[in-house]
């Protein structure tokens, strides 16, 4: 379904709860996953598919990030999803569209820094989709953790009426985080792109034998990437899981992220200690 007054209609049929999976599509088990967790919560399933161009700065993927149609469809068929909604981009953004969604403190570091602009197309497209698609309940990965913080503090502030439902990052059996943009690693990056995994394990550690130092954490955990040669650090950070305010001591739940570019891919990690 690609129009969002067809959705409409038969969203206003719906009389049980009605789970919501915004993706980009590409789908993998971590989006599968949160797809399984939707239908065993609700009545009926929907999942958006829209690589969104507005959260996408210039010199950014947009243009090469994956698309598959026809093998989503397939994979969203065997889940038994109620509902694929599938819009072209003028369907989203109509000529004449200028408004946008401003979330503030919380956009303004991490991901935030790297990629001005990027949250306003994140929060102003999942606000449409839940204008549209008026869900019970919407699902959201871990593995983007400054988004779903960015999103559970959209739908605090301007009071939306829903439930935001964060799974855990699926991993491959070797600890690298599922992504839809893993397809661009070569043999050579795909093993180098275990290093991300291996500085948050080696946090892990860290703090289970007591460290509580956050910079002797991350000086450490940058240390680690640094020996591998593929490997270019964008971030490594360990923040306050809901501020998101780097920490100097490892007091409550605190969110070690990092951003990693291998080759040419810019890849993304997080784990929470203490939490
Ligand atoms: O996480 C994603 O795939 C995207 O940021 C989202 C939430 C579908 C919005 O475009």
Not at 3 to 19: D, F, M, N, P, Y
Not at 22 to 27: E, R
């Amino acid at each position: 379904m690609s129009q969002i007054a067809e959705l409409k209609a038969l969203r206003g049929k719906a009389t049980g709860s009605v789970g919501l999976v915004p993706t980009m599509g590409y789908l993998h088990d971590g989006h599968l996953a949160l797809v399984r967790q939707a239908r065993d919560e609700n009545e009926a399933v929907v999942v958006s598919i829209f690589v969104n161009p507005t959260q996408f700065g210039a010199g950014e993927d947009f243009a090469s990030y994956p698309r598959d149609h026809e093998r989503d469809l397939a994979l969203l068929k065997e889940e038994r999803v109620d509902i694929v909604f599938v819009p072209p981009v003028e369907e989203m953004y109509p000529a004449g569209f200028c408004s946008g969604v401003e979330v503030g403190r919380v956009t303004e570091r991490l991901e935030g820094v790297s990629r001005p602009g990027h949250f306003r197309g994140v929060a102003t497209v999942v606000a449409k989709l839940f204008n549209i698609v008026e869900p019970t309940r919407a699902y959201f990965g871990q593995k983007d953790a400054q988004q779903a913080v960015v999103i559970e503090r959209m739908v605090a502030d301007l009071n939306m009426n829903l439930e935001i439902v964060i799974a855990p990052t699926v991993r491959e059996p070797d600890g690298l985080a599922m992504s839809s943009r893993n397809i661009h690693l070569n043999s050579e990056e795909r093993r180098a792109a275990l290093v991300l995994w291996r500085a948050l394990s080696l946090a892990q550690q860290l703090f289970s034998q007591g460290e509580r130092q956050a910079e002797s954490i991350r000086h450490r955990m940058s240390a680690l990437i640094q020996e591998e040669p593929l490997a270019s650090i964008d971030y490594v950070s360990i923040a306050g899981a809901a501020s998101l305010e780097e920490l100097a001591t490892i007091e409550g739940p605190a969110l070690v992220s990092l951003a990693v570019r291998i080759g040419s891919t810019r890849l993304i990690d997080n784990i929470v200690l203490g939490g």
